[in-house]
């Protein structure tokens, strides 16, 4: 490198930066709340939220209510011990200054205030402190009312007395900055309520309620579940066919680590497996999952053996004794190891061995004591493991190295010519017309073009062995290169952008319903990791002289008749097939032009219930939904 690029500020001593106090989260927010959008933006209420928990779990709160206020403003209330106002004997400040400004300061260390935690890194309320505009803390105790104010981190006031109160606890309010949150500071209320229910759940003594002041008329939910993880289990298994009448349910204390466990089967093919620790959601498992999964295989095939119910060449593999199964998995724990602040996984390995033992304590006698559903429970396991070995045969052909092998299941796919998945992107196109124009409109060097004919199998009502005897599905399987089942392996995903491209009619919309419901259920990581995407079509094309206008829906049809003036001819397109090649990659395709809509995971539980009514066997329910939709709904005559 030349002299000249070289004169810049000399790299010395003077150049350590030291940040001082919540500095460091405010230049680097995503590390402690994982990102600065829509997520992270939720994630500070559950930091406060979460606080208002532990002093439940702690013995001392049973009342808790979340208030989103006009502009956005966070509002937490419980009716806990209040956060000491007393001094601090090192920092000389009260104490709930001291725990709002420092990090890694508060209750949760010294292994007495609080048995369990999800808030034990000590920098929640810290952390939702700095990335505020304002925030306002409220103590109640002893008679009195304590109140500070801080803006984005620093204290703007001394902790006042303002008044007398009747009340015990802590109010919090806070507003989100802007600075920060530069996508978005708009609180999705759906997301927060359906959060706020499982917390009820997961605590059967609390009664949560969560408030919308935002609109005209403020909506308001209140939950109190006396029956926890009993009632979570029919809440989440709804309308499906139930395989054991008497759900199965334990709770047991070990060395100080408590286990609570909930499960149901039911007539459906998903497994559907939710843990928690300290109610914060473990989604990718960890040690009480591992546990679980040993103890429940091991127990039904022990019960099968004993009972003369098991062959020889069909023993039970772990999926087998999961297919339908809806289970909660909830442990309190007084010093979890999680990855990271935001809590994914539980690495405490003396975990696996408790809830191995608890389990299979438990469930040994569940069976035992219920033979009739024992024996619901082991015909489905056979019935899922004979699919398992009959799908053997159509599973090794996804394992080929090519997706243009010899069997021709993939031969459709005109693929692209770059083998990095980081860019190279698929699209799976409705029909031989539609899929013709792509593979010509097609950027060919990272767009690869797979058409699919006619209605995908409907995955909710297929198992394993049909789903893998279907040429469609298989096709698609081999084109993504994931694997499926026990084999699948996100990390040899071919494209890194799935892009599900039907027509903009009813036809279209099942079809693209279908491939989710696919997506969902076998390809699940896809869809967290970001990979799967749908294509926006236009529904019309506006010409008048030269000027040509893509419309791609009705709402914006007016708009665009207006601004081309005169009366321009207008195309309703039907369908992808009527568009040439080159309409095809200018309104659909080009990255320059295109607009993609990305599949998020947003509640996994939530989207499991819509697809089994959606896609399901029970009629009822998904009419009821029809009828209360339709309102919603476009005719076109």
């Known amino acids: 490198m030349s002299t000249e690029n070289k004169e810049q500020k000399a790299y010395d001593a003077d150049s350590i930066q030291i940040l001082e106090g919540l500095e460091a989260v405010r230049k680097r927010p995503g590390m402690y709340i994982g990102s600065t959008g829509e997520r992270g933006l939720h994630h500070l209420v559950w930091e406060i939220v979460d606080n208002s928990i532990d002093e439940a779990l702690a013995g001392y709160a049973d009342t808790i209510t979340v208030e989103v206020l006009k502009d956005n403003i966070i509002r937490v209330t419980d009716n806990g011990r209040g956060i000491p106002v007393g001094i601090h004997h090192k920092t000389g400040k009260p104490a709930v200054e001291t725990i709002l400004t420092t990090l890694h300061a508060g209750g949760k260390f010294d292994g007495s205030s609080y048995k369990v935690s999800g808030g034990l890194h000590g920098v929640g309320a810290s952390v939702v402190n700095a990335l505020s505009s304002y925030f306002i803390v409220e103590v109640h105790v002893n008679g009195k009312i304590h109140k500070q104010r801080f803006e984005k981190g620093f204290p703007v006031t001394g902790l006042d007395i303002i008044g007398d109160t009747t009340?015990?606890?802590?109010?919090?309010?806070?507003?989100?900055?802007?600075?920060?949150?530069?996508?978005?500071?708009?609180?999705?209320?759906?997301?927060?309520?359906?959060?706020?229910?499982?917390?009820?759940?997961?605590?059967?003594?609390?009664?949560?309620?969560?408030?919308?002041?935002?609109?005209?008329?403020?909506?308001?939910?209140?939950?109190?579940?006396?029956?926890?993880l009993l009632e979570y289990i029919d809440f989440l298994t709804?309308?499906?066919?139930?395989?054991?009448?008497?759900?199965?349910?334990?709770?047991?204390?070990?060395?100080?680590?408590?286990?609570?466990?909930?499960?149901?089967?039911?007539?459906?093919?998903?497994?559907?497996?939710?843990?928690?620790?300290?109610?914060?959601?473990?989604?990718?498992?960890?040690?009480?999952?591992?546990?679980?999964?040993?103890?429940?295989?091991?127990?039904?095939?022990?019960?099968?053996?004993d009972n003369n119910l098991l062959k020889k060449d069909e023993p039970f593999i772990s999926d087998d004794t999961r297919e339908g199964l809806t289970a909660i998995i909830s442990v309190k724990h007084p010093d979890p190891q999680f990855e990271g602040q935001t809590k994914t996984k539980l690495g405490n390995v003396e975990v696996r061995q408790i809830a191995s033992q608890v389990v299979g304590e438990t469930f040994e006698r569940y069976l035992l004591e219920n033979p009739t559903d024992a024996k619901a429970i082991i015909d489905k396991s056979l019935l899922a493991a004979r699919a398992r070995i009959a799908a053997r045969k159509a599973r090794e052909a996804t394992r080929r190295?090519?997706?243009?092998?010899?069997?021709?299941?993939?031969?459709?796919?005109?693929?692209?010519?770059?083998?990095?998945?980081?860019?190279?992107?698929?699209?799976?196109?409705?029909?031989?017309?539609?899929?013709?124009?792509?593979?010509?409109?097609?950027?060919?060097?990272?767009?690869?073009?797979?058409?699919l004919r006619g209605k995908v199998l409907n995955v909710e009502k297929a198992r394993i062995d049909k789903v893998l005897s279907n040429n469609e599905i298989l096709s698609?399987?081999?084109?993504?290169?994931?694997?499926?089942?026990?084999?699948?392996?996100?990390?040899?995903?071919?494209?890194?952008?799935?892009?599900?491209?039907?027509?903009?009619?009813?036809?279209?919309?099942?079809?693209?319903?279908?491939?989710?419901?696919?997506?969902?259920?076998?390809?699940?990581?896809?869809?967290?990791?970001?990979?799967?995407?749908?294509?926006?079509?236009?529904?019309?094309?506006?010409?008048?002289?030269?000027?040509?206008?893509?419309?791609?829906?009705?709402?914006?049809?007016?708009?665009?008749?207006?601004?081309?003036?005169?009366k321009p001819s207008m195309q309703r397109y039907k369908g992808l097939g009527e568009m040439n090649p080159e309409q095809l990659w200018e309104t659909t395709m080009d990255p320059e032009t295109r607009t993609l809509l990305q599949v998020t995971m947003k509640d996994a539980i939530e989207a499991d219930q819509v697809f089994n009514m959606l896609m399901g066997e029970e009629v009822a329910p998904r009419k009821e939904f029809i009828q209360t939709n339709a309102v919603y709904a476009d005719v076109d005559i």
């Open 476 to 566: 698609l399987i081999q084109a993504i290169g994931t694997g499926i089942g026990e084999e699948f392996n996100p990390e040899k995903a071919r494209y890194h952008k799935i892009v599900i491209m039907t027509d903009a009619d009813v036809d279209g919309a099942h079809i693209r319903t279908l491939l989710l419901t696919f997506f969902f259920r076998y390809f699940k990581p896809l869809i967290d990791l970001g990979y799967i995407y749908f294509a926006q079509p236009p529904l019309y094309k506006l010409q008048f002289g030269k000027k040509v206008e893509y419309v791609y829906d009705d709402e914006a049809l007016p708009k665009a008749l207006e601004q081309l003036g005169g």
């Open 401 to 451: 190295k090519s997706p243009l092998d010899a069997l021709g299941f993939a031969s459709k796919l005109a693929d692209c010519r770059s083998k990095n998945p980081a860019i190279s992107e698929l699209y799976i196109v409705e029909g031989d017309s539609a899929g013709g124009s792509a593979k010509q409109g097609r950027e060919s060097e990272y767009q690869a073009i797979l058409p």
């Open 167 to 228: 009340h015990q606890g802590t109010v919090i309010t806070f507003l989100a900055d802007p600075d920060v949150f530069k996508e978005t500071t708009i609180y999705d209320f759906e997301t927060l309520r359906s959060r706020v229910q499982q917390l009820a759940f997961l605590n059967r003594n609390i009664k949560i309620t969560i408030t919308d002041d935002r609109k005209e008329e403020p909506v308001s939910f209140t939950y109190h579940y006396e029956g926890g």
């Open 238 to 305: 709804g309308t499906k066919t139930k395989i054991n009448a008497n759900k199965f349910y334990a709770e047991k204390e070990v060395d100080g680590i408590t286990l609570e466990v909930a499960l149901q089967y039911t007539d459906s093919y998903a497994t559907n497996l939710y843990s928690f620790t300290n109610n914060i959601p473990t989604h990718e498992g960890g040690m009480h999952e591992d546990g679980f999964k040993m103890a429940l295989n091991r127990v039904l095939a022990k019960y099968a053996k």
